[in-house]
Nanobody
Framework: QVQLVESGGGSVQAGGSLRLSCAASGYTGSNLCMGWFRQAPGKEREGVGAIDSNGVPSYAESVQGRFTMSKDNAKNTLYLQMNSVKPEETAMYFC????????????????WGQGTQVTVSS
């Protein structure tokens, strides 16, 4: 019952920055957890981070200090600010959501967006 639409992907040079957006709709209840995931060809999908309904985030160690999630509750939008990006972070980035008291990227996320491609060049 949660619809998610990502945007903001594109090409960026290593060391540069990119800002992804995820617009959510279809849910008016509480405890909405939203997260970012990425998957490169031939590799498993990995969690980037998640943020709970109170704005408390959890990040993968690989992106801590460089990536920042934020929410605009009035617009029902999740953002991912990506700084100092690396070539190995080239991937399709997905926004996802779950409903529950816990919000960590290793948990199950039933709702997914279509993804937005991020390409980091050397």
């Amino acid at each position: 019952q949660v619809q998610l639409v990502e945007s903001g992907g594109g090409s960026v040079q290593a060391g540069g920055s990119l800002r992804l957006s995820c617009a959510a709709s279809g849910y008016t209840g509480s405890n909405l957890c939203m997260g970012w995931f990425r998957q490169a060809p031939g590799k498993e999908r990995e969690g980037v981070g998640a943020i709970d309904s109170n704005g408390v985030p959890s990040y993968a160690e690989s992106v801590q200090g460089r990536f920042t999630m934020s929410k605009d509750n009035a617009k029902n939008t999740l953002y991912l600010q990506m700084n100092s990006v690396k070539p190995e972070e080239t991937a399709m980035y997905f926004c996802a959501a779950r409903i529950g008291l816990y919000c960590y990227p290793e948990l199950d996320f039933p709702y997914w967006g279509q993804g937005t491609q991020v390409t980091v060049s050397s």
